[in-house]
């Protein structure tokens, strides 16, 4: 006889023999380990230049009974998200609402963390606990509109906003193919020659045309 549905790890034939009941305590603690889920991300804060924040997410698994029917989890706030930082140094991409990722279960109750930012106390006795999860995205997402990354042998950069460099120093060793205008807020230099402070030679009156700049 095919297996009745259940829920969690409790199908509704596990009263019928102790073998049964035994299987189904078995099953019960293993399905309290916590296992990774895929979720949605529904709010988001702490973006762009500020410390990692969080985002508030929704299991996509359906919770289910022991006769099949299906009942939606409930949306788990305060959830940190993952950015790729060594350092002081980021990449920032930050989730955004819609997103799907990977909510991965902590084993302890990770409030107190959360709330220092540093080694901290359980909040509760709690374990293996859907609040206690961090998010990781992103899966099962749409092509991206905006990106920076290898697009067959060539490295693409696209943005609807302005494309910014902010350093101290910047060495271009390439050809650049720029489609829109160019703006520098310094001097360029291309060789030696000095875009702001360069001079022509060859000046004369009337239609004749200058040499190179020097």
């Known amino acids: ?50 410390p990692v924040g969080f985002v508030d997410i929704l299991p996509l698994v359906h919770q289910q009974d022991g006769v099949g029917r299906t009942m939606p989890h409930g949306t788990i706030h305060g ?8 350092g002081k140094r980021a990449f920032i991409c930050d989730p955004a609402v819609g997103d799907i990722g ?43 509109e905006e990106y920076c990354g290898w697009v067959g042998s060539d490295f693409h950069v696209k943005t609807a906003g302005k494309f910014v460099v902010d350093a101290s120093e910047c060495d271009i060793n390439c050809k650049v193919n720029v489609s829109g205008p160019v703006a520098a807020s310094g001097d360029v230099t291309a060789g030696s020659i000095s875009l702001e ?3 022509h030679g060859g000046v004369q009156g009337g239609g004749s045309t200058t040499s190179k700049p020097e």
Do not use: W
């Open 1 to 50: 006889m095919a297996d009745k549905p259940y829920f969690g790890s409790l199908k509704a034939t596990d009263g019928a023999s102790d073998f049964n009941s035994l299987n189904a305590a078995i099953r019960r603690i293993l399905s309290m380990g916590g296992a990774p889920a895929l979720v949605e991300v529904r709010a988001v804060s702490g973006t762009g230049l500020n």
């Open 79 to 86: 959830t940190p998200f993952a950015r790729l930082q060594g």
């Open 102 to 144: 990977l909510a991965i279960i902590c084993g302890r109750d990770i409030s107190n963390v959360k709330a220092n930012r540093k080694a901290s106390a359980p909040g509760s006795f709690r374990q293996c606990d859907m609040a206690d999860a961090v998010y990781l995205g992103g899966y099962l997402n749409a092509a991206p």
């Open 197 to 199: 402070n360069h001079v």
